[in-house]
């Protein structure tokens, strides 16, 4: 059973920066396709970022530049440094993995990031 575990999250001033982490039980993350969607509140989920098997990475356009995805396979652990954060960026965050970019199959439970302008 694949469990991912968020956390980092928080309130912080625009401008500011936070590191959210995603620890992987069951597989390790270099074997799974793994990302990071939010949903902010009266929105549908989007797409953040995501971390493939041999390390290509992908971003939405609004986070170029400012939002890195990382991974640690010795924690087995998938990162977001999310850097230059606007207010807009307010949203719960999710850690999801999966074998493909078709569908993911595993997800965390969420973790509020909450930028004040």
């Known amino acids: 059973q694949v469990q991912l575990v968020e956390s980092g999250g928080g309130l912080v001033q625009a401008g500011g920066s936070l590191r959210l982490s995603c620890t992987a039980s069951g597989r390790t993350v270099s074997s799974l396709v793994m990302a990071w969607f939010r949903q902010a509140p009266g929105k549908e989920r989007e797409f953040v970022a995501r971390?493939?098997?041999?390390?290509?990475?992908y971003y939405v356009d609004s986070v170029k530049g400012r939002f890195t995805i990382s991974r640690d396979n010795a924690k087995n652990t998938v990162y977001l440094q999310m850097n230059s954060l606007k207010p807009e960026d307010t949203a719960i965050y999710y850690c999801?993995?999966?074998?493909?970019?078709?569908?993911?199959?595993?997800w965390g439970q969420g973790t509020q990031v909450t930028v004040s302008s």
């Open positions: 971390i493939m098997w041999e390390g290509l990475l």
């Open positions: 999801a993995g999966g074998l493909n970019t078709a569908a993911y199959d595993y």
